[in-house]
């Protein structure tokens, strides 16, 4: 989840939720959030002593951000004119997750497949988040992952008010009478 266009002033009030799905935590030393307007021109380190849950959330937030877990200088883009971009990269320089956001992609951002992203998610008015529908499940499809909505920081988002359970389910289609 991001906030991106804070209530006011975004001096200091963007955030970025991480999650982490797997069963162990996960120390964040040495990884990097990026972001940017027209490039990734500004990068942030996070700090050594970072750890996510099994299973958790951390929140990464400006110098007034007052429920983040760790403060960073983070500069989010209002995507007023096509798309703005963060991405999370891990300690050994592997992008681990890229988010876009805004209108069309006259920058050619990439996606994590390292083509240009074709799939944008839309722009958060201000005060309001851009959130994945379900927590964790990334299809490199950001107009389909995510949605503008009330902020939930440190906590899941849901499951997108469909009541719909993902999963690696064997339910199958096993008879049907097509023409009755």
């Given at each position: 989840e991001m906030m991106t266009n804070p209530d006011g002033s975004d001096d200091g009030a963007e955030w970025v939720e991480l999650y982490n799905p797997e069963a162990r935590?996960?120390?964040l030393s040495g990884w990097v959030l990026e972001s940017g307007t027209s490039s990734y021109s500004h990068a942030d380190a996070i700090a050594d002593d970072v750890i996510i849950p099994a299973g958790g959330f951390v929140v990464l937030g400006g110098p007034v951000v007052e429920f983040a877990d760790t403060t960073l200088d983070i500069y989010l883009g209002n995507a007023s004119t096509g798309a703005d971009a963060a991405r999370l990269v891990d300690c050994s320089g592997i992008i681990r997750d890229t988010v876009l956001?805004?209108?069309?992609?006259?920058?050619?951002?990439?996606?994590?497949?390292?083509l240009p992203a074709v799939s944008i998610a839309s722009s958060p008015s201000e005060g309001n988040s851009l959130a994945r529908l379900v927590d964790g499940m990334d299809t490199?499809?950001?107009?389909?992952?995510?949605?503008?909505?009330?902020?939930?920081?440190?906590?899941?988002?849901?499951?997108?008010?469909?009541g719909c359970e993902a999963g690696t389910f064997s339910v199958k289609i096993n008879e049907l009478l097509p023409d009755p």
């Amino acid at each position: 989840e991001m906030m991106t266009n804070p209530d006011g002033s975004d001096d200091g009030a963007e955030w970025v939720e991480l999650y982490n799905p797997e069963a162990r935590e996960v120390n964040l030393s040495g990884w990097v959030l990026e972001s940017g307007t027209s490039s990734y021109s500004h990068a942030d380190a996070i700090a050594d002593d970072v750890i996510i849950p099994a299973g958790g959330f951390v929140v990464l937030g400006g110098p007034v951000v007052e429920f983040a877990d760790t403060t960073l200088d983070i500069y989010l883009g209002n995507a007023s004119t096509g798309a703005d971009a963060a991405r999370l990269v891990d300690c050994s320089g592997i992008i681990r997750d890229t988010v876009l956001y805004g209108s069309g992609n006259p920058e050619e951002w990439v996606d994590d497949d390292g083509l240009p992203a074709v799939s944008i998610a839309s722009s958060p008015s201000e005060g309001n988040s851009l959130a994945r529908l379900v927590d964790g499940m990334d299809t490199d499809q950001c107009a389909e992952d995510f949605a503008v909505g009330s902020a939930t920081p440190g906590a899941a988002n849901g499951s997108g008010g469909s009541g719909c359970e993902a999963g690696t389910f064997s339910v199958k289609i096993n008879e049907l009478l097509p023409d009755p």
